[in-house]
């Protein structure tokens, strides 16, 4: 199963380059001929994310944004994006000085979490999992 999440934004180059330059993240930006506004994409595996520009999401479904900006954006999303290794991208929003919510270290199980809001608001969890050894072939 996939899933496809549409997450509206403020500022498209912007979450651009946050996700790109700061979080280390492919993200890459769809421009299409019909004059239809650009999407930044973010392949996750099975999944995918979206962002799309807020007014040309509000443009396109009047009716499901009319009370968008009663509550701010990212209220209940979580997203959890996993590393192989945290260390430079933790570097990279230490030097940028961007606010971590906070960092949890679990030694028993050699996780680590950097808790942090992107520009819109929403709430990212980057992971580092322990890595897995190798399965020996046992057909051999």
Do not use: C
């Not at 443009?59 to 209220?75: C, D, I, T």
Request: net charge negative.
């Amino acid at each position: 199963m996939s899933l496809t999440l549409t997450l509206a934004v403020t500022d498209l180059a912007q979450t651009e380059d946050f996700y790109r330059d700061q979080l280390l993240q492919p993200i890459e930006r769809l421009s299409t001929d019909g004059g239809l506004p650009d999407v930044l994409l973010l392949m996750l595996n099975e999944s995918v994310v979206l962002f799309r520009q807020d007014n040309s999401l509000a443009a396109m479904h009047p009716a499901l944004f009319q009370n968008l900006g009663r509550h701010p954006k990212g209220v209940g999303v979580t997203l959890e994006l996993t590393y192989d290794e945290l260390n430079p991208v933790s570097r990279r929003l230490d030097r940028l000085e961007h606010h971590l919510l906070y960092e949890l270290q679990d030694d028993e199980h050699r996780r680590r979490e950097l808790w942090l809001h992107d520009p819109d608001g929403y709430l990212l969890i980057l992971t580092q999992e322990p890595s897995r050894p190798e399965r020996k072939d046992m057909t051999a």
